[in-house]
């Protein structure tokens, strides 16, 4: 059974930093894409950034380009976001996702999904 | 990199088909056939109800179909049931490594 678990999230204030993980399970976790997938509080899906199986293709929403990093240890089935210069609208539950595919960071065929951690930014 | 663009919502009587529809550019939906579909019922993860276009993951029923002219992409749902209640999301690749979501549809069963 596929799992993703996510972690990390909590509260933070404007302009600092935070470090999201999600451990994945139940697959061959270097065969596919992932992407950071956010949610605010009662908006809708907004993808953040994606990677390939093996890190050649890394995107990022316009949004986010610049202050978050995405990263991934095949070793370890575990994907990374890096969160710093952090804004209230960055203010989210985060998913982690898994692509149907494995050399791009943009097609989202999401066929798996975690359940999310939620991120807060407020002083 | 703008959101796709979906009608806010959607309704239709149990048995009747509905179709939501899924707009874009030429720089995604129309430009690639990487569009797919996820339902999401409240307080749950999104589901994969569709992708490329018009494919089915197993274990969805063919109630659901994709298509896709231009820049517009298409879900509907036939025979209308109860639990199909829940919010409908498209997304599509829009180049150079880049994904976007639509805004939702909130597809209410009368």
């Known amino acids: 059974e596929v799992q993703l678990v996510e972690s990390g999230g909590g509260l933070v204030q404007p302009g600092r930093s935070l470090r999201l993980s999600c451990a994945a399970s139940?697959?061959?976790?270097?065969?596919?894409?992932m992407h950071w997938v956010r949610q605010a509080p009662g908006k809708g899906l907004e993808w953040v950034s994606g990677i390939s199986w093996a890190s050649g293709s890394i995107g990022y929403a316009d949004s986010v380009k610049g202050r978050f990093t995405i990263s991934r240890d095949n070793a370890k089935n575990s994907l990374y976001l890096q969160m710093n210069s952090l804004r209230a609208e960055d203010t989210a539950l985060y998913y982690c996702?898994?692509?149907?595919?494995?050399?791009?960071?943009?097609?989202?065929?999401?066929?798996?999904w975690g359940q999310g951690t939620l991120v807060t930014v407020s002083s | 990199q703008s959101a796709l663009t979906q009608p806010p919502s959607a309704s239709g009587s149990p048995g009747q088909s509905v179709t939501i529809s899924c707009t874009g550019t030429?720089?995604?939906?129309?430009?690639?056939?990487?569009v797919s579909w996820y339902q999401q019922h409240p307080g749950k993860a999104p589901k994969l109800m569709i992708y490329?276009?018009?494919k089915r993951p197993s274990g969805v029923p063919d109630r659901f179909s994709g298509s896709k002219s231009g820049n517009t992409a298409s879900l509907t749902v036939s025979g209308l049931q109860a639990e199909d209640e829940a919010d409908y999301y498209c997304?599509?690749?829009?180049?150079?490594?880049?994904?976007?979501f639509g805004g939702g549809t909130k597809l209410t069963v009368l």
């Open positions: 997304s599509s690749y829009a180049g150079i490594n880049k994904g976007v």
């Open positions: 490329e276009v018009s």
């Open positions: 030429s720089s995604d939906v129309g430009g690639y056939n990487y």
């Open positions: 996702a898994k692509d149907m595919n494995y050399d791009s960071s943009g097609y989202l065929a999401v066929d798996h």
């Open positions: 139940g697959f061959t976790f270097d065969d596919y894409a």
